[in-house]
């Protein structure tokens, strides 16, 4: 999780933008980029069995 500078729209793309040199070698792990603010974060991963949750709980955080 991170503060948002932007728009969630513009920081996603600034992400994506930023991570184009590694997709492209052609050997980078695929992945779905989320932007949450903190109070939908809390809601959604408070969710038992729903996707979002398990992602939050088992995947890989970066930052």
Do not use: C
Request: glycine share 4%.
């Amino acid at each position: 999780m991170k503060d948002l500078k932007q728009s969630a729209v513009r920081e996603l793309m600034d992400i994506l933008k930023a991570w184009r040199p590694i997709r492209w070698r052609g050997s980078s792990v695929p992945f779905e980029l989320l932007i949450e603010t903190p109070a939908s974060h809390e809601r959604r991963a408070s969710q038992s069995g729903s996707f979002y949750a398990e992602a939050v709980r088992n995947g890989l955080r970066l930052a």
